[in-house]
């Protein structure tokens, strides 16, 4: 059986990626998706992925047909 694609926004995968600070390599690690190709999915080479890796994306960065309600970590300071 094959699988289903959708069409997703890239931009706003990189914008929340970014927003999260997750480097690029980590989030296509903790997906399961080859760096090459979210970067293609970022920056509109590309804009299919499949159903579940769509659930994939979503689970790290949330709903991307949503407004954005994750707010920023917070990252520790290291004082000199």
């Known amino acids: 059986m094959a699988s289903t694609t959708?069409?997703?926004d890239g931009t706003e995968?990189?914008?929340r990626r970014i927003w999260l600070r997750y480097p690029q390599r980590e989030m296509a690690a903790k997906i399961g998706m080859d760096q090459g190709y979210?970067?293609?999915l970022e920056c509109?080479?590309?804009d299919r992925v499949s159903v579940q890796m769509l659930a994939r994306i979503e689970a790290h960065l949330g709903r991307l047909d949503e407004p954005a309600s994750t707010p920023r970590p917070s990252?520790?300071?290291e004082s000199s």
């Open 6 to 8: 959708v069409r997703v």
């Open 13 to 15: 995968i990189r914008r």
């Open 38 to 40: 979210l970067s293609r």
């Open 44 to 46: 509109g080479r590309r």
């Open 75 to 77: 990252i520790p300071v």
